[in-house]
């Protein structure tokens, strides 16, 4: 019986071609993330257009501010003395003026009644021109004065435009942050005190590197996301300034931020975000 049954199968070789363990998928690379700052398109700095101590700050960090709204006033007791000295100096002046202004008047009569008695045979050629050198000293005088009241007025006007700018308002609409100095100190002209950004218009900035620059252009659009808000933000970018020096490897990239797609109060100024190239999907919405 045994010799009639069927063989026994041959043992099986394995096949070196077929896989004997499972595949890992391999996972794809992270996405590339860029750090940016979102600000706005239109901002201005304001500054101290005068020298003096801060009296007083009318506003905080992150205050709602419109176009020449109080913003600080400057301590103007030695701004108003400067005001009085000027104007008492061109009282001074114009008071000089007209004493010479009157001796000028009785001179050019006294070298026309010499000039007439002269040509009479009245009075001698000396007389005349005595009297023709009283009149040109006194008109030389004359003159000084008269510019002396003219720089005397334009310090009246400069302490008056100083007086005023004492009192510092809002240049536009906006929110205003970076206050940098505090009451009682004093400020030189053209010292920094905050700044003011219109958040109508949001835009964003970020640095870029070398080796990315041309992915973004590309894309043409990046996502955003900012601290306590999970949902993504998108930015066009509209430019890219250029290239740094080799020692700094980035570039910084302007993007605007479509505002009518925001929530109220879902970006602030100077909110940093975490930014990614947009990908397919993304670059459509």
């Known amino acids: 019986m045994a010799a009639c049954g069927a063989p026994a199968p041959l043992p099986t070789e394995p096949d ?21 700052v979102v600000t706005t398109r239109n901002s201005q700095m304001i500054t101290s257009k005068v020298q003096a101590p801060i009296k007083a700050f009318h506003i ?3 205050d ?5 709204a109080p913003i600080a006033e400057l301590d103007t007791g030695e701004l108003q003395n400067k005001l009085a000295q000027a104007q008492a100096n061109l009282k001074a002046a114009q008071m000089e003026g007209g004493s010479f202004g009157a001796q000028l008047g009785a001179l050019r009569q006294k070298v026309t009644a010499e000039t007439r008695l002269q040509r ?12 023709q050198a009283e009149l040109g000293q006194v008109g030389a005088q004359a003159g000084a004065a008269g510019a002396k009241a003219l720089s005397a007025r334009a310090e009246v006007d400069q302490a008056q435009k100083n007086l005023d700018n004492a009192k510092i308002v809002a240049p536009i609409n906006g929110v205003v942050t970076n206050i940098r100095v505090h009451e009682g100190q004093a400020v030189q002209y053209g010292t920094p005190l905050a700044w003011v950004f219109d958040p109508s218009d949001f835009i964003l900035k970020f640095a ?12 043409g659009r990046v996502q955003l996301t900012v601290e306590g ?3 993504p933000i998108w930015a066009q970018v509209t430019k890219i300034l250029a290239a ?4 700094i490897n980035f570039t910084v990239v302007e993007a605007d ?12 100024v100077a909110a940093t975000a975490r930014v990614r190239i947009a990908d397919a999907r993304g670059a459509k919405r």
């Open 257 to 268: 931020i479509d505002d009518a797609r925001l929530a109220p109060g879902e970006l602030q």
């Open 229 to 231: 808000n999970p949902r």
């Open 120 to 131: 009479l045979g009245v009075s001698s050629s000396m007389a005349l021109r005595t009297a």
């Open 64 to 68: 709602h501010v419109k176009l020449g």
């Open 16 to 36: 070196p071609t077929e896989a004997t363990t499972t595949r890992v998928a391999k996972e794809p690379p992270p996405p590339v993330e860029f750090v940016g």
């Open 60 to 62: 905080q960090h992150g």
């Open 244 to 247: 740094q020096e080799p020692p």
């Open 208 to 219: 870029v590197p070398r080796e990315h620059i041309e992915a973004v252009k590309r894309a």
